[in-house]
């Protein structure tokens, strides 16, 4: 039985609000009090071998929600890969909702890869607040599947395995989209058959022999996509036999 488990990034958030009260700007000068404030949220990206979101986001969707803070109306800035500084006027002291969502994107779009919120956010007058947003991956489960490749590979017996993520358990849901570069491939038989040449999320897999009287022989095919501490592992098996391949998908996954 193959393991997997599902968890999440921590992104660390600096929000600050300066309120109502004399405020010193960064240039050195006095703002007249005007009886609300403005939420900062500076955002700290990752160098890639340490990232705290997945590795194939390009912007990130923050929304801010009032709690106790009168806030009515939700407000969203969407930061493109590289911009740190999100900034949201007219908000007032009090406890506030701040979520945050990755997306493949650079406005925001395509399915959400990861999302998490902090619902007690407290800003107070004149002081920075850290914030820990919990990023949440939304890989629920991952398939392997078998299917011939180019008419090239097919004549050269080569099929292809290919690791699909999906934001519901079992296969479900909607297609997740993921960093090639963090799945990993192996052939448990390599005697029978062999992976190499990656191609996006898949794999070539070629066999090697079949069995001993023209019988075939079976070979389980194991993806990975593991981006710490995100970690999903599914299986196809492959039926070889002494001419020709023919692959039959069996998912085995656990959450």
């Given at each position: 039985?193959?393991?997997?488990?599902?968890?999440?990034?921590?992104?660390?958030?600096?929000?600050?609000?300066?309120?109502?009260?004399?405020?010193?700007?960064?240039?050195?000068?006095?703002?007249?009090?005007t009886?609300?404030?403005?939420?900062?949220v500076?955002?700290?990206?990752?160098?890639?071998?340490?990232?705290?979101?997945?590795?194939?986001?390009?912007?990130?969707?923050?929304?801010?929600?009032?709690?106790?803070a009168?806030?009515?109306?939700?407000?969203?800035?969407?930061?493109?890969?590289?911009?740190?500084?999100?900034?949201?006027?007219g908000?007032?002291?009090?406890?506030?909702?701040?979520?945050?969502?990755?997306?493949?994107?650079?406005?925001?779009?395509?399915?959400?890869?990861?999302?998490?919120?902090?619902?007690?956010?407290?800003?107070?007058?004149?002081?920075?607040?850290?914030?820990?947003?919990?990023?949440?991956?939304?890989?629920a489960?991952?398939?392997?599947?078998?299917?011939?490749?180019?008419?090239?590979?097919?004549?050269?017996?080569?099929?292809?395995?290919?690791?699909?993520?999906?934001?519901?358990?079992?296969?479900?849901?909607?297609?997740v989209?993921?960093?090639?570069?963090?799945?990993?491939?192996?052939?448990?038989?390599?005697?029978?058959?062999?992976?190499?040449?990656?191609?996006?999320?898949?794999?070539?897999?070629?066999?090697?022999?079949?069995?001993?009287?023209?019988?075939?022989?079976?070979?389980?095919?194991?993806?990975?996509?593991y981006?710490n501490?995100?970690?999903?592992?599914?299986?196809?098996?492959l039926?070889?036999?002494?001419?020709?391949?023919?692959?039959?998908?069996?998912?085995?996954?656990?959450?």
């Amino acid at each position: 039985m193959l393991s997997s488990n599902r968890r999440g990034w921590v992104l660390g958030l600096t929000c600050t609000v300066l309120a109502t009260g004399l405020l010193v700007g960064c240039g050195g000068g006095v703002t007249t009090p005007t009886g609300d404030g403005r939420l900062t949220v500076h955002v700290d990206w990752p160098a890639v071998g340490a990232r705290m979101i997945p590795a194939n986001t390009s912007s990130l969707r923050i929304t801010v929600t009032g709690n106790t803070a009168g806030l009515s109306t939700p407000v969203a800035q969407v930061l493109a890969s590289g911009m740190t500084t999100a900034s949201f006027p007219g908000l007032r002291p009090g406890t506030y909702t701040v979520a945050v969502g990755a997306y493949p994107d650079n406005a925001a779009g395509g399915q959400l890869l990861a999302l998490g919120a902090n619902t007690n956010a407290v800003i107070t007058v004149n002081r920075t607040t850290v914030v820990n947003v919990a990023m949440n991956s939304q890989v629920a489960s991952v398939t392997v599947s078998l299917t011939p490749s180019t008419t090239d590979d097919v004549a050269a017996h080569r099929s292809r395995a290919t690791l699909t993520a999906w934001t519901q358990a079992g296969g479900l849901g909607s297609i997740v989209p993921i960093d090639p570069s963090k799945v990993t491939w192996v052939s448990r038989t390599p005697a029978v058959a062999t992976v190499a040449s990656t191609v996006g999320n898949g794999v070539f897999v070629t066999p090697v022999t079949g069995g001993a009287g023209g019988s075939s022989r079976q070979v389980l095919i194991t993806g990975r996509y593991y981006e710490n501490p995100v970690d999903w592992s599914g299986s196809a098996t492959l039926t070889v036999n002494p001419a020709t391949t023919t692959g039959t998908v069996d998912v085995n996954v656990t959450r």
